[in-house]
């Protein structure tokens, strides 16, 4: 079956800097890649989406790459703040039904 | 969230009985999910639908049944609660499916905290 891997442990960075977590899968590529963000108490909220055939996408501060060869998905956040900090998951789409497989998260602190 | 709500928000129950959690949406998604999130598990797919009275499987379904009589209504039920069904339940909904192209990402609501006692 399916395995998505996100680093478990928490994500320490330094405010203004580049925040890079990464997101592993195994077996087939998915047709989309997205990643969201998730607050303690809240429903995870939808930031980016990338293609299979799309090398990477941005959004403001926002970056995501995604590598079907290597079966990885970079995410940054650039010029990190303290608002940044969140759980941030990735979630795969294979297609029909757009039903979303997600990886466990990361946990992203930013401190002044 | 904007457009989906959940209840309750927040619920304990003794194991053996029966529990509804309800999803309500207001923007006439054909696409409706439940999702369960664990620690060390993420968030898993229980069921979805894709229409009124049209739904199916996700990865964890045991015990576990839905139904969709209105567009704007999914319905969760637990048959009989176990503790291993003590967990935090996510309702969502998606655009993409319902304009045949995938850009958009799910919006989900702000989730049902269940405790089987």
């Known amino acids: 079956s399916q395995k998505i891997e996100q680093n478990s442990e928490a994500l320490n960075i330094q405010e203004g800097k580049t925040a890079t977590l990464t997101c592993n899968y195994t077996?087939?590529?998915?047709?989309?890649l997205q990643w969201y963000r998730q607050d303690p108490g809240r429903g995870p909220v939808f930031l980016l989406l990338?293609?299979?055939?799309?090398k990477e996408k941005r959004k403001e501060r926002l970056k995501v790459t995604f590598d079907t060869t290597l079966k990885q998905s970079l995410f940054h956040i650039t010029a990190s703040q303290p608002a940044d900090s969140a759980t941030y998951l990735c979630?795969?789409?294979?297609?029909?039904?757009?039903?979303?497989?997600f990886g466990t998260g990361t946990q992203l602190k930013v401190e002044l | 969230d904007a457009g989906i709500t959940q209840s309750p928000r927040h619920k304990v129950t003794e194991t053996g009985t029966p529990v509804t959690l309800r999803c309500h949406q207001t923007e006439n998604h054909r696409y409706m999910y439940w999702y369960r999130q664990d620690p060390g598990h993420g968030l898993r797919l229980i069921h979805y639908?894709?229409?009124?009275?049209?739904?199916d499987k996700g990865e964890v379904s045991d015990g576990y049944s839905v139904s969709r009589s209105k567009t704007e209504d999914f319905l969760l039920t637990l048959e009989s609660a176990t503790s291993s069904q003590t967990s935090v339940y996510f309702c969502?909904?998606?655009?993409?499916?319902?304009?045949?192209?995938?850009?958009?990402?799910?919006?989900f609501g702000s989730g049902t905290r269940l405790t089987v006692v």
């Open positions: 979630a795969l789409d294979y297609g029909g039904g757009n039903k979303l497989t």
């Open positions: 077996n087939y590529s998915p047709a989309y």
């Open positions: 639908s894709y229409g009124v009275k049209d739904t």
């Open positions: 990338i293609r299979e055939n799309e």
């Open positions: 969502a909904i998606s655009e993409s499916m319902d304009r045949g192209v995938t850009n958009y990402g799910y919006t």
